[in-house]
């Protein structure tokens, strides 16, 4: 059985915050037209949200912030709904219910619905104002998986990507803005996270001359699908099958590694007291979508 799900990672430079929104639409539309079979498109982070300055300049961001059910997530969300994809238009700016900033990712349905956001649980501070997100959000796209999304800085915390993992993600979605050296370090990473948990991951960086790019799509054994060789800006397409992750837990990476079968319920539990909890080898195995 396959479950095939076509998709495009838009390398691109973002647009400023002040920019009305159709100038998006017309950019999803023509990549609809050059790609016809995507199904779930897929900007950088803060794409929607240029603004002048480096990643702290709050005033401006904070200027950029709507609540998720403001004008411009509703017009993402007929965006999709005409378009008839998944789209994930990089992350927002969200202004929350007391007045917080947050860095949202939202997940649009091709029925035009938001249907999942997810606030960054990691900013990389000191350089960014955001607040904190509190919590994994995985969206399902019926009739091919569920997918996790995290953050830019979030893949330098494995938790996060093993929480998602747990919660049933077979890809991993991850808009980045990248605008510094450590680039070659987040490729190693997007490689470890797919390889440590089993699931294809999307690192979709923007291109210049604000970001680094090279941007990739790694397979659940840590394999390089397709990587943006540079910072020039870019279309990555690929159509991933889904069933791949079940054949590689199934199987193990390289025949050998099934790491989520590692423990059985007589298992006696791990105290972990980093986080002041354990493992409990009941609870190991992954949700299924």
């Excluded at 840590?222 to 837990?249: F, I, K, N, Q």
């Amino acid at each position: 059985m396959s479950r095939p799900l076509p998709l495009a990672l838009v390398q691109a430079p973002p647009r400023p915050a002040t920019a009305p929104l159709s100038g998006f639409a017309e950019d999803v539309e023509d990549l609809l037209a050059r790609f016809p079979q995507t199904r779930l498109a897929v900007y950088p982070e803060l794409h929607l949200c240029g603004v002048d300055g480096p990643p702290s300049a709050a005033g401006q961001l904070q200027e950029a912030a709507e609540p998720l059910d403001g004008p411009r997530s509703r017009q993402l969300a007929e965006l999709a709904g005409d378009l008839g994809i998944w789209l994930v238009p990089g992350t927002v700016c969200e202004r929350g219910e007391r007045g917080e900033l947050f860095n949202t990712a939202p997940v649009y349905s091709p029925d035009g619905r938001l249907v999942a956001s997810y606030r960054k649980i990691f900013p990389w501070r000191p350089h960014e104002p955001y607040d904190p997100g509190d919590r994994f959000v995985v969206a399902d796209l019926p009739g091919a998986g569920r997918i996790g999304i995290s953050i830019c800085y979030d893949a330098w915390f494995p938790e996060v990507a093993r929480h998602l993992a747990w919660l049933g993600a077979e890809v991993i979605v991850n808009p980045v803005m990248t605008t510094t050296a450590d680039r070659a370090q987040e490729l190693v990473l997007a490689r470890a996270n797919a390889i440590a948990n089993q699931v294809f991951v999307l690192s979709v960086n923007t291109a210049g001359p604000v970001g680094t790019g090279r941007s990739l799509v790694v397979d659940p054994e840590g394999r390089v699908r397709a990587e943006a060789p540079d910072s020039a800006a870019t279309v990555l397409t690929d159509v991933l099958d889904l069933d791949d992750v079940t054949r590689v837990r199934t199987f193990g990476t390289a025949g050998l590694n099934r790491m989520w079968d590692q423990f059985t319920d007589a298992d006696t539990p791990i105290d972990l007291p980093l986080y002041g909890g354990r493992i409990d080898p009941r609870r190991w195995r992954p949700a299924t979508g």
